[in-house]
């Protein structure tokens, strides 16, 4: 009997992973069946809510509220809230924008890129929350959505900077390549700067969230299997705590990665399109 048989609700995966391990005497492992939970809201409709959608809404307002709270009343002296926010700010802004784009390209992208950095940081942070634990970027939707914008982002830079037949020989057609090879070495290009830098983008940011989702569901799930079958393999939840604990501490340290890998990813091929040459 699976866990949305038994009609549990989504307190947190790996708890109603491991009840329902409990009561049959089987262990559950993750599956990508959790990627796609039952509706909360609104079934069968475009407008479907699920528990995923649910994280998405809290990552979102948690952080608008977090910077609402932190800029309404800014002082040339900090408050801690205040002085947490522009930390946050001032890392993106000087160790990635500026640092790849230079300050007066930085300047006209410094907002969305903030905007990808704190977004995905927030969605990925929902998987590691109590009574959450699944990731706000754990299904292609938004991961998709955002490497969409950083290939926008990357064609609307190359052609304003150059113009678009000029972007597209920049991109394509490398100086100092022989005639004969300009054929081959176009198409090879095409496909690498034109394809595979947003499927890359939209690839890396989901699969490791997804992994990482899984990773700790498997964990807690066998420590409460292990803890409830009150037999010989009892003492075994204590190690699969423990290795939970671990995961968890270290899934936070690829939330904040992944954020910023993508976000860096994206200055950077917005460097590349408004360079003089490839």
């Known amino acids: 009997m699976s866990v949305r048989e038994a009609g549990a609700t989504p307190l947190t995966q790996a708890t109603s992973i491991a009840l329902a391990a409990a009561g049959d005497n089987e262990f559950h492992p993750p599956s ?39 800029t309404r009343r800014m002082t040339v002296v900090p408050g801690r809230l205040q002085s947490v926010v522009e930390l946050g700010f001032g890392f993106v802004r000087d160790q990635i924008v500026y640092q790849i784009l230079g300050e007066r390209d930085g300047r006209r992208f410094l907002p969305i890129l903030t905007a990808i950095f704190f977004g995905i940081l927030f969605m990925n942070l929902t998987g590691v929350i109590p009574f959450i634990n699944i990731p706000g970027t754990s299904v292609a939707g938004v991961p998709l959505l955002l490497a969409l914008v950083a290939y926008v982002l990357f064609i609307y830079a190359g052609i304003r900077k150059h113009g678009g037949l000029r972007f597209l020989k920049n991109s394509l057609i490398p100086s100092g390549v022989p005639v004969y090879l300009l054929p081959i070495i ?74 910023y890998v993508f976000t860096v990813l994206t200055s950077v091929y917005i460097q590349l399109a408004v360079a003089e040459e490839h």
């Open 186 to 259: 176009a198409i090879v290009e095409l496909i690498s700067t034109f394809v595979a830098r947003p499927v890359s983008l939209f690839l890396r940011l989901l699969l490791n969230m997804m992994v990482g989702h899984m990773m700790l569901v498997l964990f807690f799930a066998a420590t409460q299997f292990f803890l409830l079958g009150f037999n010989w393999f009892t003492p075994l939840a204590a190690g699969t705590f423990a290795l939970g604990f671990a995961f968890t501490l270290f899934e936070i340290f690829v939330c904040v990665l992944q954020a």
């Open 32 to 70: 990508i069946g959790d990627f796609f939970p039952p509706a909360l809201l609104f079934e069968g409709t475009p407008f479907e809510f699920t528990r995923i959608s649910l994280a998405q809404f809290i990552a979102t307002a948690l952080l608008v509220v977090l910077l609402l709270w932190g």
